[in-house]
């Protein structure tokens, strides 16, 4: 019998699945839980469960998941009534298919109490921690990576190390009951878009584990492994018309359905403890040193997403691949990352860097996929220092022009501060530092040159040395000026048509 639209997704209905919906090829009742998962929003579902979904189809073992939200959405209300299961949907352009997903065992949500989840984080059976927390999730300084002892979560933790609510308190607890109990060693692997994501985790857990004293920072010292990871796919958030889609294409209902193009990586530094899912058994890399990998996704594939994320909104477009379509901003990003950004890039083993931009661009034209520039934009405080400011810093170093790649740091200025309410609140954005550069703006107004000295101000975004390089500052003030201008596209087509500008361009070392 075939499903009917009334059909929910679960275990019963997945021997009446169409043949065209692919469907888990192992035994989900002999799955053990191995791996605990922070943050199970689309991306995770996209790409870790699916990667763990391959590795249990082609050698079954222990390593079922138990995802954990420790911040909305409420597991329970979408993949806890379905058994965990999902739909992954790959869409490109007019295709669609469609695969339910399995390696999930069981959701655990902990928004109200620390305690669900430090439950499945001590326990011995979890070998490996996986985390999809946001830049944000990590309570660091954006500028220099680490802990803010400043940060409202951390203080509460520190004063509250048993009933904790930050990703760096919920772990250093969970560290400190597994050492207590068993002693079992864990491997804690960030999947976050931060570079050197594992120093990263390791800095914040270990700075919060110092200050609750040289015991617990022993043990984790010698017991917990910090691996470094580049992870790539793009997956949009998840609409109704998503899930509409399953109904009308598929005939049963989901709701949690995410999607995603066809493109996936994921490069591990081979670095645990413990024993370890053989994920490159299916498709994952095991590699020395992710830094290489890292710096060529942040700066060229994400550099280019938040480029469009901020000029696509300031020109009016809704999503990334209406913004890339339009001719100017194409050219204005190909030529960005062609020009300013490769060259501060190191050799990728088995990447061409041209042809990697061009596979980077092209992945953003799939007209399937819904990524809005408001969702890019997101937290750009988190993010602009590894895609714009450190290629940038680069560039300045060797006495290079950053003519192009000042313009999205412009763009990002511009997006806040037309939210303000001296701006006339164009839009409402969701970044740490809104407030603050709304604030800025509302007591500065439209002297953009006074803007700018502000927000470069803020040194937990803007390393100081950086703020003060004259050329930097001259290149932001333009930009700015020209993106709150009546035509900021119209700054944009002036800035292609220059040559580079030698007269803004310093000596080498002065960054």
């Not at 450190?390 to 200025?413: F, H, T």
């Not at 006339?424 to 107004?445: C, H, T, Y």
């Amino acid at each position: 019998m075939s499903p009917s639209p009334a059909d929910h997704l679960s275990p019963a209905l997945l021997d009446r699945l169409p043949p065209n919906v692919r469907k888990p090829a192992y035994d989900r009742a002999a799955l053990r839980p191995g791996i605990a998962h922070i943050g199970v929003g689309a991306f995770h579902r996209c790409h870790q469960a699916e990667y763990t979904d391959d590795l249990l189809e082609h050698h079954f073992d222990r390593w079922g998941l138990i995802g954990i939200n420790i911040r909305p959405p409420s597991l329970a209300e979408t993949l806890g009534r379905q058994d965990s299961l999902y739909t992954r949907l790959i869409r490109q352009n007019d295709d669609v298919e469609a695969r339910i997903i399995g390696s999930i065992v069981r959701v655990v949500d902990s928004q109200d109490s620390a305690a669900p989840a430090l439950d499945v984080l001590a326990w011995p059976e979890i070998e490996i921690v996986t985390m999809t927390v946001t830049e944000k999730g990590y309570c660091h300084i954006p500028s220099s990576g680490a802990l803010d002892l400043d940060h409202p979560d951390i203080v509460h933790d520190l004063a509250n190390p048993h009933a904790p609510r930050s990703v760096p308190g919920i772990l250093a607890r969970a560290l400190e009951l597994r050492m207590a109990s068993h002693g079992r060693p864990v491997t804690l692997l960030s999947c976050d878009n931060i570079p050197t994501n594992g120093i990263i985790l390791g800095n914040v857990v270990r700075t919060f584990a110092e200050r609750r004293g040289s015991t617990l920072a022993n043990w984790i010292a010698a017991n917990v492994a910090f691996p470094s990871a580049m992870v790539d796919r793009i997956a949009p958030a998840t609409t109704k018309a998503d899930i509409d889609t399953v109904e009308k294409r598929f005939g049963y209902r989901d709701s949690a359905v995410v999607i995603g193009e066809r493109f996936r990586q994921w490069v591990i530094e081979n670095r645990f403890v413990g024993r370890v899912p053989r994920w490159d058994l299916v498709g994952a890399s095991f590699v020395d040193d992710v830094t290489p990998f890292e710096h060529l996704k942040m700066r060229v594939l994400n550099g280019a997403q938040t480029t469009l994320s901020y000029l696509g909104v300031l020109s009016g477009f809704k999503h990334t691949f209406e913004a890339i379509a339009d001719p100017l901003l194409a050219g204005f990003v190909r030529r960005m990352l062609t020009e300013e950004t490769l060259p501060t890039l190191m050799p990728v083993p088995g990447i061409v860097p041209t042809a990697y931009v061009e596979q980077s661009l092209s992945r953003l034209t799939n007209t399937a996929i819904h990524h809005r520039n408001h969702q890019i934009a997101t937290d750009g405080s988190q993010k602009i220092v590894q895609r714009l400011l450190n290629p940038i810093r680069d560039r300045l170093a060797k006495g290079d022009s950053i003519a192009l790649l000042s313009v999205p740091v412009a763009g990002w200025m511009a997006y806040l501060v037309k939210a303000s309410a001296r701006f006339g609140r164009a839009w409402q954005v969701s970044d740490p530092f809104a407030d603050k550069i709304a604030a800025i703006a509302d007591r500065i107004g439209s002297d953009i040159g006074a803007l700018v000295e502000a927000i470069l101000a803020v040194d937990a975004i803007f390393d100081p040395a950086l703020a003060a390089n004259r050329v930097f500052r001259a290149h932001v003030v333009a930009g700015l000026d020209g993106l709150l201008s009546d035509d900021p596209m119209g700054f944009v087509r002036q800035v292609l048509a220059e040559p580079t500008d030698d007269r803004l361009k310093q000596p080498a070392r002065s960054a």
